[in-house]
């Protein structure tokens, strides 16, 4: 059992940043690969970002890739999303989520065995 809450979301301008944070609790948040993903208003949820167990390696949809990073602290169970340069097209609710194991195929949702309720990330042109 993992709980997961995330935190940081609000409203911004076009141009401007955020940081998201993920506390998790429940299970050794070290042993698990954590993720970010995102779901627009009448679009599919979609992989955005995940970070393996020790943080040394992180992955990233392609089309994010300079303007999102993600990190995590293990002493605090904690993971981020830095959300730079921002533009309306990257408003959508912002989910946390946690997986067993760094799997090849890690932009599956099915992989993810537990979720966090959401974020909101608005940003206005």
């Known amino acids: 059992q993992v709980h997961l809450v995330e935190s940081g979301g609000g409203v911004v301008q076009a141009g401007g940043s955020l940081r998201l944070s993920c506390a998790a609790s429940?299970?050794?948040?070290?042993?698990?690969?954590m993720g970010w993903h995102r779901q627009a208003p009448g679009k599919e949820r979609e992989f955005v970002a995940a970070?393996?167990?020790?943080?040394?390696?992180?992955y990233y949809l392609d089309s994010l890739k300079g303007r999102f990073t993600i990190s995590r602290d293990n002493a605090k169970n904690t993971v981020y999303l830095q959300l730079n340069s921002l533009n309306p097209e990257d408003t959508a609710v912002y989910y946390c989520a946690a997986a067993p194991h760094e799997y090849i195929d890690y932009q599956l949702q099915r992989r993810y065995n537990y979720w966090g309720q959401g974020t909101q990330v608005t940003v206005s042109s």
């Open positions: 970070i393996n167990q020790d943080g040394g390696r992180t």
């Open positions: 429940g299970r050794t948040f070290s042993t698990f690969l």
